[in-house]
């Protein structure tokens, strides 16, 4: 008999299309009780319905609807991307190469069916595209150059000036698509390439405005992202901090830890979706936020 009821329960926990559109259909219901049911109903199903549930949002040409997909998405595969970001903060965010395996992570939250290896064969393909010029290039600073000129004049990556707080600007994958986003997503997408291209590019947590480093055996070049990967000074940063009633300290034009870089992701996108209203991201994020500063 417990074998009968435990088949039975798999066999209703099996979705098909018809029931996924059935379930959809009955969350325009205006009863909540029904409302609570259909959710109830995914919650059992669980992550093997996404498929379905992604395929049907593709399929929509209602934006209600769509926003109700991705918000049951969301709930069912949360668990899950917390699980998966916890277990890579494990093992350290100690080099880019973590950092940008936790930033395409970060973007399943965006994004919960992201294919997160076909980002990082994107950023594969962009950097084999300098590989040689790069490499045949003795010359530490005009390597920097090339980088800079590739990044910020041929792929015409560049700051977000319209919507500046808009999400989008702020997960990795959308900004690779995009090619516009913060200051500091910018930033990292340099860090990426130049990582597979063994170049000394680096982040500098200055608050307000997060700017690149360019690191050789004898000097740090400050260089900024939302401008063009145009380079500048510290007297030019220590003028910006004051005068946005900051005190400029030592540490604000250092070398930033991998781990504090991704801390300043997260807490912008908390800060996007705040000023959406979205408290279930801001919520969701908080966890992910809190996650990263205790395991930093």
Request: glycine share 6%; with cysteine.
């Amino acid at each position: 008999m417990l074998f009968y009821d435990e088949a039975l329960r798999n066999k209703m926990a099996i979705p098909n299309r018809n029931e996924i559109e059935s379930l959809i259909y009955l969350l325009e219901d205006p009863d909540p009780e029904v409302q609570v049911g259909v959710r109830k109903r995914f919650d059992e199903l669980g992550e093997q319905v996404v498929p379905f549930l992604d395929q049907y949002r593709s399929e929509s040409v209602k934006d209600s609807e769509k926003k109700t997909i991705n918000e049951i998405i969301y709930n069912i595969t949360f668990g899950s991307i917390l699980e998966e970001f916890s277990g890579l903060l494990s093992q350290g965010i100690q080099n880019r190469q973590q950092l940008e395996y936790s930033l395409l992570t970060l973007c399943r939250f965006g994004n919960p069916t992201l294919r997160t290896e076909d980002y990082s064969k994107k950023l594969d393909k962009l950097s084999s595209m300098i590989g040689s010029d790069i490499a045949y290039t003795p010359s530490i600073l005009e390597k920097m150059q090339i980088m800079l000129h590739f990044v910020f004049r041929e792929l015409r990556f560049r700051g977000d000036t319209q919507d500046y707080h808009n999400p989008d600007n702020a997960f990795l994958d959308r900004v690779i698509d995009s090619r516009k986003g913060l200051p500091i997503m910018l930033s990292v997408i340099v860090m990426c390439l130049a990582r597979r291209l063994s170049l000394p590019f680096y982040g500098v947590n200055m608050p307000v405005h997060f700017m690149l480093m360019y690191k050789t055996h004898n000097q740090e070049i400050l260089i900024d992202p939302f401008d063009g990967g145009s380079i500048v000074s510290y007297n030019q940063c220590c003028y910006f901090l004051k005068k946005n009633g900051i005190e400029p300290r030592p540490e604000h034009l250092e070398r930033a830890d991998e781990a504090d870089i991704l801390a300043r992701c997260i807490r912008n996108l908390i800060n996007s979706y705040t000023k959406l209203g979205d408290e279930q991201r801001v919520d969701g994020l908080q966890k992910l936020l809190y996650i990263t500063e205790l395991k930093a």
